[in-house]
């Protein structure tokens, strides 16, 4: 079993930039797959970006380009850079873990507005 944890959301004007930080409760080296999804008002939740116990990255065509997934093992922290934000990216941000389950955080706010 492993607790998720996000944190790095908030209020930002579009164009700008955000990092996300997801902190697990254990060691992540034996979790086949991390993630973040996103929940807009009014939508399903999507998958935004992935990264696997390989390295191999996944990210949805509305964001490839802006935003960066990556991972410090030894701290157990899953990461989201997003840059270049537009309105659109407003969402709840969760981390996610899959391994013989799926894990989810809590979520986190992410607001882009002037």
């Known amino acids: 079993q492993v607790q998720l944890a996000e944190s790095g959301g908030g209020l930002v004007q579009p164009g700008g930039s955000l990092r996300l930080s997801c902190a697990a409760s254990?060691?992540?080296?034996?979790?086949?797959?991390m993630g973040w999804y996103r929940q807009a008002p009014g939508k399903e939740r999507e998958l935004v970006s992935s990264i696997t116990i390989g390295g191999s990255t996944k990210y949805a065509d509305s964001v490839k380009g802006r935003f960066t997934i990556s991972r410090d093992r030894a701290k157990n922290m899953l990461y989201l850079q997003m840059k270049r934000l537009i309105p659109d990216d407003t969402a709840v941000y969760y981390c996610?873990?899959?391994?013989?389950?799926?894990?989810w955080g809590k979520g986190n706010l992410v607001t882009v507005s002037s």
């Open positions: 996610s873990a899959n391994s013989t389950s799926d894990y």
């Open positions: 254990r060691n992540i080296f034996s979790i086949d797959a």
